[in-house]
């Protein structure tokens, strides 16, 4: 029988190995499903041995080790006689008498690659957005169905559903959970790093539902983006959109009032930005651009966050610099939405005017036709040079495009200001 104490620590090794372990063994198997069965038949097998042995000195290689016997059983029993399954079963036999100190010099010489190949595998562009975002977080960041559903607000069926149609994708597709080399390497990069923010972002501002944020996606995320950066420090976009997580997240408990209200950023109580945070994101953002990064997507968003972040007040920002970075996003990422921001930048640097003529180039675009942030933008240039009505109606429009309970409150409230004034 293992004690409480002693089953959580062996849990936590688990936790913290599970996603290490689990790209090792679907790199053998080629099957996400087995991969997931034979790690936790590796726990079952280390709950009954490491409270009389104690936990190994690397108990990521045990549990490999463990991992890879039950599957050299299981093909012994089954007499697979597919070609394939024949191969891995050789493969893994050529192993099987080696001893825990020779499995544990092999792991330690391609853990990284191990891990690598999982995470680029998860976020492979022939799986859909969702599909990528739920799977990664199901694999490397090891939550439950449930807490993938509750954190996303969906059902669990449809999660559950999405993940299963995923992992018979890349059983389809006949992927292999190799790290891409070359050119391939930076496109997938690329996919990648989209699960990652896209994580982050609907942790930092919730599309829906009735809290502003939801932080534990955002620990999820940056968590997620540590282990890559880890793994590949010298990317500079890697490190850059690090960054910007961290700093970003460094403002998440000054976002919302006590009663969730919406906070926005010029009226931050700066005091209560988390300095650690902002300290490891410029950290980063000093390795991106040491990298030659300074270009890059994820480095430019952390150097505008970086503006914010060293100013002391919301009065000492540099919106003339955060404008010119915008300048130079618009032509790296070419987006309506990174648009829109600029026209904001513009007008805080230059006046609402300013912004205002940038906004107007936006209309009819029809990726920003029910897009919240656009009319909540005008409205704010409108309120700021004094046009009260043609505000009002643009922040009732912007609340009644948006799905999150806390913007829309914090919108209608910009509207009756109007009247007020």
Known sequence: MVDDETQRAIEAVFRIERARLIGGLARLTRDVDRAEELAQEALVIALANWPKSGVPDKPGAWLMAAAKRRAIDAIRHERMRERNHDKIARDLAGQGDSTVEDIEAAMNDDIGDELLGLIFTACHPVL????????????????????????????????????VRAKRTIGEAGLTFEVPRGAERAARLASVLEVIYLIFNEGYAATSGEDLTRPSLCVEARRLGRILAGLAPTEPEVMGLLALMEIQASRLSARARSDGSFIPLTEQNRARWDQLLIRRGLSALAQAEASDGTEGAYALQAAIAACHARARTAEETDWAHIAGLYDRLRIVVPSPVVDLNRAVAHSMAFGPEAGMRLIDELAGVAMLKDYAPLPAARGDFLFRAGRLDEARIQFEAAASLTRNTAERLFLLSRARACLVE
Request: charged share 25%; hydrophobic share 50%.
């Open 128 to 163: 859909s957005r969702e599909a990528r975002v739920a799977l990664t977080l199901r694999l490397i960041g090891g939550l439950t169905v449930e807490e993938i559903a509750r954190a996303f607000l969906s059902g669990e069926a449809t999660i559950a559903q999405r993940i």
